[in-house]
């Protein structure tokens, strides 16, 4: 499968963005879905997941509360972010997992960047 994550860009702190991850393919619905970050100079890091009917969210201590995760049942999944800080600077990215595999991230889009300025 093949993501394509997008709504990324400049906002102020305090401000919100939706960011929207597109898969390819007609199967999207048989994923388990991720967000990921990686901020400059840092590793890669797990943000939030949802399971395949739309259920089962997990986001980590840091995010809960301000962020929030959700899919279609066409093709997107979706990452809603408020109360953005300038630590939440970042390269944002989608990821899929297939089933049963216990979160294996097999399949990631690209990116999209995400500034926040104070």
């Known amino acids: 499968v093949q993501l394509q994550a997008s709504g990324g860009g400049l906002v102020q702190a305090g401000g919100s963005l939706r960011l929207s991850c597109a898969a390819s393919?007609?199967?999207?619905?048989?994923?388990?879905m991720g967000w990921f970050r990686q901020a400059p100079g840092k590793e890669r890091t797990f943000i939030a997941r949802?399971?395949?009917?739309?259920?089962?969210t997990y986001y980590t201590d840091s995010e809960k509360g301000r962020f929030t995760i959700s899919r279609d049942n066409v093709n997107t999944v979706f990452l809603q972010m408020n109360s953005l800080k300038p630590e939440d600077t970042a390269i944002y990215y989608c990821?899929?997992?297939?089933?049963?595999?216990?979160?294996?991230?097999?399949?990631w889009g690209h990116g999209t960047l995400v500034t926040v300025s104070s």
């Open positions: 990821a899929a997992a297939l089933p049963y595999t216990d979160y294996d991230w097999a399949y």
């Open positions: 393919e007609r199967t999207y619905g048989t994923y388990d």
């Open positions: 949802i399971g395949r009917s739309g259920g089962n």
